[in-house]
């Protein structure tokens, strides 16, 4: 954990959620179709297994983000099947919609409605300070203000104002905790701070101000190029591991990932990164301690510690590719859990909306 998440926990540590709200666990995935091993790792398998460790009466949301894939171009019918594939995936990784509430976001009016509130009370210079749109606008050398940006920069109002809309989609439900991963804390931190803004000026305490559930596995990287994050945008299928691969792919995959030149098998994040994130999903995949796995594979070479990381991945997503061609050729079962997911979704969503409605005068 970074220097930077030790000091927010200790913050939140101190931050005793109030007993006014039942706990409510929220996280929300984009529909980028079938999911790769860094989601599997990061949020998946951290999702499935709330479900075992949270209190029987603690209720669990999981949303399909279909808005925020809006803030760059999509492709409707790509897009459509993508947020069935995603939800296929979760079904597949264990989510179970016996326990948890697996919905679709754009179906649920409340999110849109509460995201307008809450960006007018929003205040431009937070926003302007996410890291995300920092990056972006830095990228384009002719952006030096909100004024250079036309419609040839690629910078739109939704990339701008989305961790609004993120804000909303938690505070929405009045989730107590948010499973998320050291690159969203910055994110969580402004739905707090619209949460405090919000409950001070109506002078009633309607949002809970949510806690994190800090992701244990670390950030997984390309296969190619480890300085970037794993991710379905990137245009080489050879940068990540998918969980509907099948062996075979795995196995290519892994023997061209990224490597150097020095012998033996050590963990050196900052001298040799490629081999650090083979030894970073090889750890999480196990679930075991990094140094377990170097004094496991110390008199390997990369050859052989590739070769022994691909087995352990066919062994971990066999069963997962598996029920997901199962749920493929079942859309309708998956399109009810959809439905179900969203009645459920929408009941939580607009009481909430109404009580705030009332507070805004809007009712």
């Known amino acids: 954990m970074g220097e930077i998440s030790r000091k927010l926990m200790r913050t939140y540590a101190t931050s005793i959620p109030s ?58 019918g790509k897009l459509r099947k993508n947020k069935l594939d995603m939800t296929i995936a979760l079904l597949a990784c264990g989510i179970d919609p016996a326990r948890s509430i697996i919905f679709e976001q754009s179906k649920i009016p409340a999110h849109s409605e509460c995201a307008w509130i809450l960006n007018c009370i929003t205040p ?70 619209i949460a405090q803004k919000i409950n001070k000026l109506y002078k009633k305490e309607i949002f809970p101000l949510p806690q994190p559930i800090l992701a244990s596995a670390k950030r997984v990287m390309s296969l190619r190029d480890p300085s970037k994050k794993m ?53 999480a995949i196990k679930v075991v301690a990094i140094e377990e796995i170097v004094k496991e594979h110390s008199n390997s070479n990369a050859e052989q510690f590739k070769e022994a990381l691909a087995q352990v991945l066919i062994e971990k997503l066999t069963p997962v590719k598996n029920e997901i061609e199962k749920l493929k050729i079942d859309p309708g079962y998956v399109q009810q859990v959809l439905k179900d997911g969203n009645e459920k979704a929408s009941l939580l969503a607009n009481k909430n909306l109404d009580e705030l409605y009332k507070l805004c005068g809007l009712k």
């Open 19 to 76: 007993s006014n709200f039942l706990k409510l666990i929220f996280s929300g995935i984009q529909p980028t179709g079938i999911p790769h091993i860094g989601n599997f790792l990061g949020a998946l398998t951290n999702w499935a297994s709330l479900q075992r460790t949270a209190n029987v009466n603690d209720n669990l949301l999981y949303a399909i983000v279909d808005l925020h894939a809006l803030t760059m171009p999509q492709d409707p």
């Open 124 to 193: 431009v210079g937070w926003l302007s300070r996410m890291t995300q749109w920092k990056v972006k606008s830095q990228q384009n050398k002719n952006v030096q203000s909100v004024e250079d940006i036309d419609s040839n920069s690629g910078l739109c109002l939704g990339l701008f104002a989305y961790p609004v809309l993120q804000a909303a989609d938690i505070l929405l439900y009045k989730a107590t905790h948010i499973p998320i991963g050291e690159d969203n804390i910055q994110h969580l931190e402004l739905t707090r701070d």
């Open 231 to 283: 991710s379905k945008s990137d245009p080489s299928e050879f940068s990540r591991i998918n969980l509907d691969d099948t062996p075979s792919e795995i196995i290519s995959k892994i023997k061209k990932a990224t490597t150097d030149p020095i012998k033996g098998i050590t963990y050196d994040p900052v001298g040799r990164p490629a081999i650090a994130n083979l030894i970073t999903i090889y750890a």
